[in-house]
């Protein structure tokens, strides 16, 4: 049995939220649009210049073929290309259209550059994605699009002529800026009143919506326009990937340089786009919780008091940010072992591993920087406010800055940030190259995806295409995995992951779970569902239950030459009982499904390699040579 109780931490500074002065966004992007000429003539753009798929957008759509009880589909809503400040000075040239390229199966070229500037490793998908959207950073998409073309009004300013150097020295300014509570732009690049940026930026959000809508291909590639909300203050990430569901979209992304609180962002994504009237949907995904300092999941409402206004708050941001980033190429977001929890798998791909260790940014970690831990405030809030605000799915994705969403394998990795991790001497070795997003919907199309990831019917894996499914409810039988109609059944008589448990029936004791998963290229170890309730004392505890195949059965791999042995499973199913439940506890759960033990990709790299051309990492003891790859579901919650 794993138990714990959870310590809330959260950042207690109150230096985060925006200045009196600061001119708002609305008033940032009206400035922009009056000097671009944009609003209707942006859309106009957009759709005149997408060719086939605009005329779908105009309402000529085809018909897919529906399944009702839902499909598995896959793929990476945090992709970087050459128009994020940090992804074009590590010399990543491929742009938004590139990344779409590759994210259906056509080949690319990566860093390093060769003299002519064009990329020398080529790198392929072995599987086209299902669907993909470009998250470029909001912040500085101007300031890179004036740097980098030549004859613009601040190429030859000093600041840029630094920036077109490359490398960490290039990022110093713009990188720092994001790091203040009181961002500001570069006056140097920008004007006195930061005009020449913010025009500057309509032009590669532009580009950026007519590459999603060119991509987007009905029935068999899905293509969302989004961007990155990218703040660091005082060095805890904040940053959110904001996706919308149509071509509908502000005329400028939302920055944290114009509204640097999570507040503001949820505000201005209300006023330009849910509430503005003219079909716009949006969602925010956060993301990097690990690195955040406890900010992310942060309890504080920005400085708000009265509970009334607090439950506002917390019901709008469960409803733009239904679903978080639980895996990416800079660590998982799970848990942390052994810092707040006794279960060893949280000791999976952590760039911190207790409150001792610092992260990447000299910090040590807190309990709120991860799910569990979110999960856990959340139920503590809904039983205080009557809402809960961390109503959190979760998924997977890459956060690549090559422009590569999806290039997750292991054994062929050759980084995600251009020439900072391009082979195994510049690697930074805990990082990892990533995970997917796992969703089940209907159909292919923009409207069933984003539907499934408003109501949280997703799983992010770290990397492999494992499917799996969780449902719960209080009648499903014992026999449930053998039944021909099992999924028909638990959608009738149950709820998938996402929602919450239904009321239940008269005589009805302890919910039941359905588990079911699927393996990719490697067997399946064991099947988990991780619960977490309050106590009647108001303690927050967790338990981890093993209900499918078995983590003692034998499963290894030799790093010498990564051959796997052992046994596994293709298929593990289990209807689960919960046989501790108290109907007066709220709760919460959720799936958790482990590969066998394969090869982690440094350990296919040094492999690679000459012994006598193998680095110091390749012989590191403290670093992990192999890697249980896996899945997790969103939660089900029961609320008394």
Not at 124 to 131: K, W, Y
Not at 215 to 230: K, L
Not at 283 to 292: D, F, Q, T, W
Request: proline share 6%; glycine share 8%; charged share 20%.
């Amino acid at each position: 049995m794993n138990m714990r109780d959870v310590r809330v931490s959260h950042w207690a500074g109150t230096g985060w939220r925006p200045m009196a002065a600061r001119p708002s966004f609305r008033s940032a992007c009206l400035l922009a649009c009056t000097l671009t000429a944009c609003g209707a003539k942006t859309q106009a753009l957009v759709a005149g210049e997408a060719g086939q798929t605009a005329a779908l957008t105009a309402g000529d759509t085809l018909e897919c073929e529906v399944n009702p009880e839902r499909n598995a589909y896959f793929g990476d809503l945090h992709v970087h290309t050459s128009y994020s400040f940090d992804a074009y000075a590590w010399d990543t040239r491929n742009d938004p259209e590139a990344a779409y390229k590759f994210a259906r199966g056509e080949p690319m070229a990566i860093p390093p550059l060769d003299d002519e500037g064009k990329g020398t490793v080529t790198i392929q998908l072995d599987r086209p994605l299902d669907f993909a959207a470009v998250t470029d950073h909001s912040e500085f998409l101007g300031e890179v699009d004036l740097c980098v073309t030549e004859g613009s009004e601040s190429y030859d300013t000093a600041a840029c002529r630094l920036y077109r150097r490359g490398g960490p020295v290039s990022v110093v300014d713009m990188s720092s800026r994001i790091m203040s509570p009181y961002p500001t732009r570069n006056k140097a690049i920008c004007g006195r009143d930061d005009s020449t940026c913010l025009q500057a930026a309509a032009g590669p959000w532009l580009r950026i919506q007519q590459a999603a809508e060119a991509a987007n291909d009905e029935c068999s590639f899905t293509s969302f326009v989004a961007y990155e909300y990218s703040g660091i203050p005082l060095g805890a990430n904040m940053h959110r990937n904001v996706i919308f569901r149509t071509a509908q979209v502000p005329d400028l992304p939302v920055s944290y340089m114009e509204e640097p609180s999570p507040e503001g962002l949820w505000e201005q994504l209300d006023a330009l786009c849910t509430h503005a009237g003219n079909g716009c949907e949006v969602l925010a995904i956060p993301h990097n919780s690990n690195l955040s300092q406890g900010r992310l999941f942060d309890v504080e409402y920005g400085g708000v008091g009265d509970p009334a206004e607090q439950a506002k708050i917390a019901a709008r941001r469960a409803r733009l940010e239904p679903i978080m980033e639980i895996f990416q190429h800079k660590g998982a977001s799970e848990c942390a072992f052994p810092a707040f929890t006794t279960d060893e798998e949280c000791n999976f791909e952590l760039l911190s591993t207790g409150e001792s260790d610092e992260n990447a940014f000299g910090k040590p970690p807190q309990e709120s920087d991860f799910l569990r831990g979110a999960l856990g405030i959340g139920l503590t809030e809904s039983l205080r406010l009557g809402v809960n605000p961390f109503r959190l799915g979760v998924i997977g994705s890459t956060d690549t800055h090559n422009a590569s969403p999806s290039y997750v394998d292991e054994d062929d990795w050759h980084g995600h940030v251009g020439v900072e991790d391009s082979d195994v001497p510049n690697s930074q070795i805990r990082f990892s190259p990533g995970g997917l997003v796992g969703v089940w919907a209907e159909e292919n199309t923009r409207d069933a995806l984003f539907k499934a990831m408003q109501r949280r019917e997703t799983f992010g894996t770290s990397g492999p295409r494992m499917q799996v499914r969780f449902f719960g409810g209080w009648d499903y039988d014992s026999g449930l995995c053998a039944d021909p109609n099992m999924l028909a059944q638990a959608y009738e008589t149950g709820v998938a992951m996402g929602a919450d448990l239904p009321a239940p029936n008269a005589g009805a004791r302890a919910p039941r779970f359905l588990l079911q998963a699927m393996q990719d290229k490697v067997p399946l170890q064991v099947a988990q569902i991780i619960k977490i309730w309050v106590d009647r004392d108001g303690t927050v505890r967790e338990q981890v239950f093993d209900v499918s195949g078995n983590r003692d059965n034998g499963a290894d791999v030799d790093i010498n030459t990564c051959e796997r042995s052992g046994s596994g499973e293709a298929h593990l199913c289990a209807v689960w009982q919960d046989a501790s439940f108290d109907p007066g506890q709220p709760a919460v759960y959720y799936a958790r499904v482990l590969e066998n033990p394969s090869c982690r990709w440094i350990t296919h790299a040094c492999n690679a390699l000459p012994a006598g051309d193998r680095p110091a990492q390749c012989s590191d003891p403290n670093e992990a040579k192999i890697i249980k790859e896996r899945a997790w579901t969103s939660p089900i919650w029961y609320q008394p």
